[in-house]
């Protein structure tokens, strides 16, 4: 039993591990991008005020 809890311990580790790298590199594309002009957060931090039918949508609509 001692082996399983030895591997159990392990996978959570590189789980974790794995997890952290995603986040961290989901967060570092999200500031290049805003960095580098090509997309712009802010606009979409105004979705929770703006969000009645009348108001103007934030990007146009690709048919």
Do not use: C, H, W
């Not at 991008?33 to 802010?42: K, L």
Request: charged fraction near 25%; charge should be negative.
């Amino acid at each position: 039993m001692v082996e399983l809890e030895f591997v159990q311990g392990i996978a959570y580790f590189v789980i974790t591990i794995l997890l952290v790298v995603f986040l961290y590199s989901y967060i570092f594309s999200m500031y290049k991008r805003q960095r580098s002009g090509e997309q712009d957060y802010e606009r979409y931090a105004n979705l929770a005020l703006k969000d009645n039918l009348t108001d103007e949508p934030i990007e146009k609509r690709m048919k």
